[in-house]
T-cell receptor, first 115, second 109 residues
Framework: GAGVSQSPSNKVTEKGKDVELRCDPI?????LYWYRQSLGQGLEFLIY????????KSGLPSDRFSAERTGGSVSTLTIQRTQQEDSAVYLC?????????????FGDGTRLSIL | GQQVMQIPQYQHVQEGEDFTTYCNSS?????IQWYKQRPGGHPVFLIQ?????EVKKQKRLTFQFGEAKKNSSLHITATQTTDVGTYFC?????????FGTGTSLTVIP
């Protein structure tokens, strides 16, 4: 079966523009996570969706960042008025349920470059 | 967020040498998972530990969970160039958003 799919794989945009990043989780997975990874750095949690519950947005770095998940499946991460420090790889992961005894499955990420 | 510290941050070893990374939490964990991220790749799940004192092996990799369920280690025996990458722990501290800080392993042929 298909894994987690993210698009685009690469995005280059000018400072101040808005960007949308898409994540298609594994079919049937109810939990979805967004992470940010700057070059050579660790995994920074951004937001977590679990089923129909309100998302945990505690990791979003500023109000320029938002995310939604439609129909419990596809998720979109939006960054408004991009800044150079937003340059990073944005990783999406899904999990069968929100239970912690299951692995997270990651997509290949979107590499975002802000000029 | 509270990231769990992993040590060391970086490790360079000659091929054939052993390698260990440690994940240390200040709180008792329900379980802990380990992931490997190859250069240019995404994290991939390796294993989960649940029980106090648990030891699991995958070929040359040995994973341990401390008796107090606060610490865990990943040991690689006789490293190979295919072991290159960053190893992350994912401790369950009530949520599972915060990966450990990671240990980057370089293997010198």
């Amino acid at each position: 079966g298909a894994g987690v799919s993210q698009s685009p794989s690469n995005k280059v945009t000018e400072k101040g523009k808005d960007v949308e990043l898409r994540c298609d989780p594994i079919s049937g997975h109810t939990a979805l996570y967004w992470y940010r990874q700057s070059l050579g750095q660790g995994l920074e949690f951004l937001i977590y969706f679990q089923g129909n519950s309100a998302p945990d947005k505690s990791g979003l770095p500023s109000d320029r960042f938002s995310a939604e998940r439609t129909g419990g499946s596809v998720s979109t991460l939006t960054i408004q008025r991009t800044q150079q420090e937003d340059s990073a790889v944005y990783l999406c992961a899904s999990r069968l349920t929100g239970l912690s005894n299951q692995p997270q499955h990651f997509g290949d990420g979107t590499r975002l470059s802000i000029l | 967020g509270q990231q769990v510290m992993q040590i060391p941050q970086y490790q360079h070893v000659q091929e054939g040498e052993d390698f260990t990374t440690y994940c240390n939490s200040s709180t008792t964990l329900s379980n802990i998972q380990w992931y490997k991220q190859r250069p240019g790749g995404h994290p991939v799940f390796l294993i989960q530990l649940v029980k106090s004192g648990e030891v699991k092996k995958q070929k040359r990799l040995t994973f341990q969970f401390g008796e107090a369920k606060k610490n865990s280690s990943l040991h690689i025996t006789a490293t190979q160039t295919t072991d290159v990458g960053t190893y992350f722990c994912l401790p369950n501290t009530g949520n599972q958003f915060y990966f450990g800080t990671g240990t980057s392993l370089t293997v010198i042929p």
